[in-house]
């Protein structure tokens, strides 16, 4: 079955930037759209960006575009989301996502969540 | 961009009642919606694809509607383990807007 399992929690200083990485099991890695959610406590889910690996394409949401960088390793069937810049405002839950179906469309998998907090 | 909203941000409902959770895009989306449900400290669940498709193992209870701005998730019979955050999505290939919630708690 599938399964995305990603890295632990961080605990960042302002300014700083973190690499969180997500390891995807059970189907062809290629052919699937992956995305990056994030969640701030007690609030709502917010689409950071997807990458398409069969395509090499990316997508960033606008409010990301200049500190977010996504890729995928496909030796290691690996997908990393880069945020830079880190402020209090990106302590959250990153969740890693995937496609339900081939290529793109609606999120059917997602990962654990990883907790990122950011502090002076 | 298109905006994707849900009022109420809170619905109170009983065990048994039916419910319906309204979504409405600020334009046409035509049927790429999407509806998860989330419970504290867990990820998001896919229910509703498609707006009225239902994801496979989702109880049929769990039913979508609609289609270009205005989208309705509707449970038949409210149970003690559908009390949770529901969401929906807006989806054009791998571009996703999601709406702010609704949280259905007891009455």
């Known amino acids: 079955q599938v399964q995305l399992v990603q890295s632990g929690a961080e605990v960042k200083k302002t300014g700083s930037s973190v690499k969180v990485s997500c390891k995807a099991s059970?189907?062809?890695?290629?052919?699937?759209?992956f995305s990056w959610v994030r969640q701030a406590p007690g609030q709502g889910l917010e689409w950071m960006g997807g990458?398409?690996?069969?395509?090499?394409?990316?997508d960033y949401a606008q409010n990301f575009q200049d500190r977010v960088s996504i890729t995928t390793d496909e030796s290691t069937n690996t997908i990393y989301m880069e945020l830079s810049s880190l402020t209090s405002e990106d302590t959250a839950v990153y969740y890693c996502?995937?496609?339900?179906?081939?290529?793109?469309?609606?999120?059917?998998?997602w990962g654990q969540g990883t907790l990122v907090t950011v502090s002076s | 961009d298109i905006q994707m909203t849900q009022s109420p941000s809170t619905l109170s409902a009983s065990v048994g009642d039916r419910v319906t959770i309204p979504c409405r895009a600020s334009?046409?989306?035509?049927?790429?919606l999407a509806w998860y449900q989330q419970k504290p400290g867990k990820a998001p669940k896919l229910l509703i694809y498609?707006?009225?498709n239902l994801e496979s193992g989702v109880p049929s209870r769990f039913s979508g509607s609609g289609y270009g701005t205005e989208f309705t998730l509707t449970i038949s019979s409210l149970q003690p383990d559908d009390f949770a955050t529901y969401y929906c999505?807006?989806?054009?290939?791998?571009?996703?807007?999601f709406g702010p919630g609704t949280k259905v708690d007891i009455k």
């Open positions: 996502a995937r496609a339900r179906g081939d290529l793109a469309g609606e999120i059917g998998f």
């Open positions: 059970g189907d062809t890695f290629t052919n699937h759209a």
């Open positions: 990458i398409i690996p069969i395509f090499d394409t990316t």
């Open positions: 334009q046409s989306i035509g049927p790429w």
């Open positions: 498609k707006a009225s």
């Open positions: 999505q807006h989806y054009n290939s791998n571009l996703f807007t």
